[in-house]
């Protein structure tokens, strides 16, 4: 008997590539995003969540820089596809934390001094200087943990869970001390506007 060779045969699928033959680069869904990419979608946002953690007017370049040298060596790591902002707000906690480490402590700030030294601009420009000036007034009266809660929470309008991953800590440690900020936050406010009332 012959043997009729079938004119269907099964073969293998072709193998899936990971890199698109006319592009170079590998498909959208598994592709790591460059840095320059990530600087170019983040750097600003990475930029004010360094100002808004307390680093320095004269050190947020740097310390900036660094977040991005620290993304740069973790990227090949990074696996949390559609939360780089969390991861980011992560590695600026941490820079943030290191900056102040580095710098001497300047002590307790008073809420009335600085109340007095804040000096208005033309009355276009100084209304908007001084809403910013407050903001960052009452932010000093927060110790590093809570800054990072209340910042990331309240300000980058973060979930509570992205928000405690990136300090660390349990979620319900992470509310405390959201609630705890927002009191201190509140007190130093109302100590403030008393400040600036006429008598």
């Excluded at 941490?94 to 601009?121: F, I, N, Y």
Aim: glycine content about 2%; some cysteine.
């Amino acid at each position: 008997m012959v043997a009729l060779e079938s004119p269907l045969r099964l073969q293998p699928p072709p193998p899936v590539r990971a890199v698109a033959p006319e592009s170079g680069t590998m498909p959208a869904a598994t592709r790591k995003p460059a840095l320059a990419e990530i600087f170019r979608e983040h750097g600003a946002f990475v930029f004010r969540l360094l100002r808004r953690l307390g680093v320095p007017e004269a050190d947020l370049d740097d310390a900036t820089q660094e977040v991005f040298v620290s993304v740069h060596r973790a990227l090949d790591r990074y696996e949390e596809q559609n939360r780089m902002r969390a991861w980011l707000s992560r590695i600026c906690v941490r820079e943030a934390s290191r900056q102040r480490r580095r710098r001497p402590p300047a002590g307790t700030v008073d809420v009335d001094e600085l109340a007095a030294a804040s000096a208005p601009g033309p009355e276009e420009v100084a209304q908007a200087k001084q809403a910013r000036a407050d903001f960052e007034l009452l932010l000093t009266v927060l110790d590093e943990e809570r800054r990072a809660v209340f910042v990331l929470y309240e300000v980058e309008e973060m979930p509570m869970e992205e928000v405690a991953r990136a300090v660390s800590c349990p979620l319900a440690t992470a509310y405390s001390r959201l609630r705890s900020a927002r009191k201190l936050v509140i007190a130093a406010a109302r100590r403030l506007e008393a400040q600036r009332r006429p008598r």
